[in-house]
């Protein structure tokens, strides 16, 4: 038995906000609980509503800029940054720049969308 998995082909969750989510490792993929790991692209103008993750979030940034409202902090990363938030923080996520955002973005325990607490 191998002890190691190659993605080759990952998971592209369907979105309706433009925004491009491949999940490499992770619930859709390889069915594993623990972790979550996808490429993403934020395109221009982009935003989600407040959330409260059940899940730490681990968030490289590749190119371009990406905002983050933590509680009551409004953090700007660039190419080359990162940023650890914990689980059970409030936290908005946004590209409000002119330039899309690619970025990684790993989650523990895995992203579902039953551990996101999405304000509306």
């Excluded at 080759?8 to 906000?17: A, E, G, I, L, R």
């Excluded at 989600?48 to 371009?64: A, L, V």
Aim: aromatic share 10%.
């Amino acid at each position: 038995m191998k002890k190691y998995i190659v993605q080759k082909s990952p998971f592209v969750v369907p979105t309706n906000d433009g925004k491009l989510i491949e999940e490499h490792l992770g619930l859709a993929t390889t069915h594993d609980k623990n972790i979550s790991i996808a490429h993403m692209i934020a395109p221009p103008n982009w935003s989600e509503p407040f959330q409260t993750p059940e899940f730490d979030e681990y968030t490289y940034i590749i190119k371009g800029k990406k905002q983050f409202i933590i509680e009551e902090d409004t953090i700007v990363l660039e190419a080359g940054q990162s940023i650890k938030i914990e689980k059970n923080t409030r936290v908005q996520y946004s590209n409000p720049f002119e330039e899309p955002c690619e970025y990684i973005a790993i989650c523990t325990p895995a992203f579902s969308m039953e551990n996101v607490n999405r304000e509306e």
